[in-house]
Structure formats: structure tokens, C-alpha cells
């Protein structure tokens, strides 16, 4: 063979880098990577001493009290429907029934339980 005919020894090490190269992003490409966990929410602040302390509030005929003792549980979780609950029934007893039935609504929303809901 001539020197024409046959591949220097620098093309072919080229050309086997090339396949080789192509063979590991094929690869890559076909092997399943570990999906990236996604953070979670930190849990839900339960405020039971603030809405105990409403209710017992409410228990005592401190109706404006009450409220305010709910709405600081409230602002720990805007969910917490047992606050809601002891907020809106203080707001019945203070006779402002539009904003106990906005409570009453948002408890729906949130999915309160029947015991919670009567």
C-alpha cells in the first residue's frame, strides 16, 4: 500500500475519538436520570393555644375578645378552620352576620368536616 491509501495513524485516532464520543451521548441520552426531588412546604402551623384561648373567650361572653384571640390563630394559618369556626360564632353573638357568613364560606372552601361546619 501506498502512503495515499492508507489512513494515517492521527485520522484514525481521530475518527475512533469521534465514534466514541457519539456513543457516550447516545448512551447519555437513553439512561434515565433521578427525577430532582422537589422541596416541600414546610408543614402547616397548628395554632391550638391561640384558638383554645378564643374559645375560652368565647365561652366567657368576650365576644370582641374572642375575635381577636381568633385572629391571631389566623394569622399563624389562614386555613385553620377551628378558629374560623370560634370567630364566626363570636361574630353571630356580636350580631355581624355578613362577616360570619363570609367565614361560614371560607370554611366551606377549605373543606371543614361537618362537626366543624354545625
Known amino acids: 500500500m501506498t502512503k495515499a491509501q492508507k ?5 484514525t485516532a481521530r475518527l475512533l475519538a469521534t465514534g466514541m ?6 448512551a447519555g441520552t437513553f439512561v434515565s436520570r433521578p427525577a430532582h426531588a422537589r422541596r416541600q412546604p ?3 402551623v397548628i395554632p391550638t393555644e391561640e384558638t383554645k384561648q378564643a374559645d375560652q373567650l368565647y365561652r366567657a361572653a368576650r365576644y370582641p375578645e374572642a375575635v381577636a384571640a381568633a ?3 389566623l394569622n399563624k394559618n389562614e386555613r385553620y378552620t377551628p378558629a374560623m369556626l370560634v370567630m364566626a360564632k363570636a361574630y353571630y ?5 355578613e362577616w360570619m357568613r363570609k367565614l361560614w364560606e371560607m370554611m366551606q372552601a377549605n373543606g371543614a368536616s361537618n ?3 354545625s
Open 71 to 73: 385572629k391571631a390563630a
Open 7 to 11: 489512513p494515517s495513524l492521527t485520522s
Open 21 to 26: 464520543a457519539l456513543t457516550a451521548l447516545v
Open 93 to 97: 353573638k356580636l350580631h355581624k352576620y
Open 115 to 117: 362537626a366543624e361546619r
Open 42 to 44: 414546610p408543614p402547616a
